[in-house]
């Protein structure tokens, strides 16, 4: 099936309803394990892509918080082989977590080799989850490494501006509030006070660029005047975990902010646009399939924190559109189960690609 036939078909639209939830669960999580297993390492595919029907080397940075998600999805569904699969990627990161403590930027096949804050970040979540359901030291000890290397590596006003990703546009990311709160993670169960102080003061700052309307600066993969929701969501996403971890009332209701803005801009068919300007207005005609999926996470985290239960209306809307976008039928393994970058599939994120 050629990639002009998947754009012309995503032009008809969406299909009109979804099948169930738990359908389309048990689809997403059989398609991570063929992306694991299309690899010849524990780690996870960085995508599949639809032009070429090929699979890109595994990806440190996305295994990373995959880890945590295959293991609370076996406790859900009872299928306990996705512990297992989450347990051999801990070991895979483990095996190549770099001299200093960081993790590398890129997929494993890049010829570059440099630590970066972002990608060290997501796997330190896989770290600590993997040492709390196992009890391995070694996933404690790469842990402690990871989590030493981002302190040392950080600003003194909370910021980190050294060890952006050599493949990334832009040196100074907001989004790195994420890698704060894997920070906050890491001071609550490793007990180092350390970690914990190191997550509120980068959201500190970020929060002193914010906006009266809750934008903020630096916010993008590839332009910061139209970010990305994917980013918005993750910097999002960094400010809420971090205020409930640290009982910092005001991070919280700052994400609030940020997340009622959010759901003004959701498009009537559930989607929101690809990216958004400053006004929070829409920057794009294609949608962001992951910025979707990332934001419906913050809403419902919201709703739970600040009892606004509007915002799961906006979630489950947002969750509905992207499971009319899932292929169930036996279509290929690379696609049967995948929620694709961009909807139409040439949109501006990851096009034609399935992350």
């Known amino acids: 099936m050629s990639a002009v036939w998947h754009a012309l078909q995503d032009r008809v639209g969406p299909r009109p309803e979804p099948s169930s939830v738990n359908v389309h669960l048990a689809a997403a999580a ?7 297993d299309a690899t010849p390492d524990d780690g ?3 995508w599949y892509d639809i032009k070429t029907h090929t699979w890109q080397a595994s990806y440190p940075e996305t295994t990373g918080y995959i880890i945590p998600t295959l293991y609370d999805y076996a406790a859900f569904s009872g299928r306990l082989e996705f512990a297992e699969r989450a347990r051999r990627m801990a070991e895979w990161e483990t095996a190549i977590q770099l001299p200093g403590g960081g993790v590398r930027a890129g997929t494993v096949d890049s010829e570059t080799v440099a630590p970066t804050i972002f990608n060290t970040g997501q796997v330190l979540f896989g770290w600590l989850r993997a040492w709390q359901e196992t009890g391995n030291d070694k996933f404690r000890t790469a842990a402690n490494r990871a989590a030493d290397w981002l302190v040392e590596a950080q600003d003194p006003d909370g910021a980190w501006r050294r060890y952006a990703s050599p493949f990334a546009k832009f040196q100074l990311n907001a989004y790195n509030t994420r890698v704060a709160w894997a920070l906050a993670q890491a001071g609550r169960a490793l007990e180092d006070v350390r970690y914990s102080n190191a997550a509120r003061a980068n959201v500190e700052w970020a929060l002193t660029r914010a906006q ?7 916010n993008c993969l590839s332009d ?11 910097s999002l996403r960094g400010i ?6 640290l009982d910092e009332t005001r ?23 690809g990216r958004l300007n400053a006004d929070w207005r829409p920057a794009a005609r294609w949608t962001c399939l992951t910025g979707n999926a990332q934001i419906a996470i913050n809403w419902l985290r919201l709703a739970g924190f600040t009892g606004d239960d509007t915002l799961r209306a906006h979630a489950r809307r947002a969750n509905q559109f992207n499971m009319r976008t899932q292929r169930l039928d036996k279509t290929s393994p690379g696609l049967r189960g995948a929620i694709k970058g961009s909807f139409p599939v040439d949109g501006g994120y990851m096009a034609y690609r399935c992350p």
């Open 30 to 36: 059989d398609w991570l394990a063929r992306a694991q």
């Open 212 to 218: 009266k309307n809750g934008w903020l600066e630096d």
């Open 224 to 234: 910061n005047d139209h970010p990305l929701t994917h980013t918005i969501a993750y």
């Open 251 to 273: 991070f919280v209701d700052f994400a609030a902010r940020i997340a009622r803005a959010l759901a003004a801009a959701q498009r009537d068919d559930g989607a929101l646009p």
């Open 44 to 46: 996870v595919a960085a």
């Open 240 to 245: 809420v975990e971090t205020g409930a971890l």
